[in-house]
């Protein structure tokens, strides 16, 4: 039986950095709608402002089956329409306040409804690859994700790919890290003291677990200190296929695939995500990993 083609299949989403690299206030399934939505932006291309989105296959990528579905669709483009404000300036001083999202239609008879986008900030969304100043994310990765920190953190490293390397680094403090998951400055404060083991059995380890199971990347980190004090969080990552050169004296060409479920260490107990692929993880890893998911749109904060 030949597969049918969804609409959002294979797309890649194109957005502003400086997006990827900050807290979100959407809900997880408002972030994953709105990547369904700029999915259809082509890059560098003039774009219609009016876009016809296929209700089923909508509600698929969603994974929305109950027969509630148009009740969740209004929820969800309300929410979308209430915080997608936006002010941008221009090199001229000028003054640009609105909503992204400003309007959507629903047709009951048709197989398909309608967002509507500002026209004024559409050339912010199709210049991004001609300016280079872009974000690009898989839109597949995006939706199988459960947990609005394995999001964030996959937002913010596809932010600092850098595609000409065999793989990418960046450092971030714990302040900036919290800020970044939407945490503030006093959680996992435990009188007067930051439980750093806590912060990243319910934070880090977590959302790197899932990212290296669902996404494109693999992901490891460790912790980069000065004397007692950790200084910053190292993360790197490298795309999970990919034809890596090698000895460039002999211009050898090696395909090296990354098993990306050996590519990870999992548990209460453990304080670093390895990289090592000697051993595979097991079914029990997995699910004990999947169960430290914050699976809700809020952050849950242990009371220690």
């Known amino acids: 039986m030949e597969n049918i083609k969804n609409q959002f299949d294979f797309l890649t989403v194109y957005y502003a950095n400086e997006l990827a690299r900050k807290y979100s206030k959407l809900t997880l399934e408002e972030q994953k709608v709105l990547h369904l939505i700029f999915s259809q932006i082509k890059p560098d291309e003039k ?42 300036k221009d090199i001229k001083g000028n003054e640009t306040i609105g909503v992204v999202i400003h309007k959507a239609k629903w047709y009951k008879n048709e197989p398909y409804f309608e967002i509507f986008l500002d ?53 971030i403090t714990t302040k900036d890290l919290k800020e970044l998951f939407g945490l503030s400055i006093d959680d996992y404060v435990y009188n007067g003291k930051f439980n750093r083991a806590h912060f990243e ?66 548990g209460d107990k453990i304080d670093k995500v390895q990289t090592s692929t000697k051993n595979s993880i097991s079914q029990e890893q997995i699910n004990h990993m999947l169960n430290n998911i914050d699976k809700d749109n809020q952050v849950v904060f242990d009371k220690g």
Request: hydrophobic share 35%; charged share 30%.
């Open 47 to 88: 774009n219609p402002t009016v876009f016809k989105l296929n209700k089923l296959d909508f509600f698929n990528k969603l994974e929305l089956e109950s027969e509630d579905r148009y009740n969740r669709y209004r929820k969800l483009i309300q929410g979308l329409i209430k915080k997608s404000y936006f002010e941008i």
């Open 119 to 171: 026209e004024d900030f559409m050339p912010y969304l199709e210049q991004l690859v001609k300016i280079g100043y872009y974000t690009k994310v898989n839109l597949n990765s995006v939706l199988k994700l459960k947990s609005k920190h394995s999001l964030t953190l996959y937002k913010w490293l596809c932010s600092w790919t850098d595609e000409s390397k065999l793989q990418s680094q960046r450092y």
């Open 201 to 266: 059995r319910k934070t880090i380890k977590p959302a790197i677990g899932e990212i290296i199971l669902k996404t494109d990347l693999a992901v490891s980190f460790k912790k980069n200190k000065k004397g007692n004090f950790v200084q910053n969080y190292e993360f790197i990552w490298t795309q999970k296929e990919e034809n890596f050169k090698r000895d460039k004296k002999t211009k050898l060409i090696l395909n090296k695939k990354i098993n990306y479920e050996q590519n990870l260490t999992l």
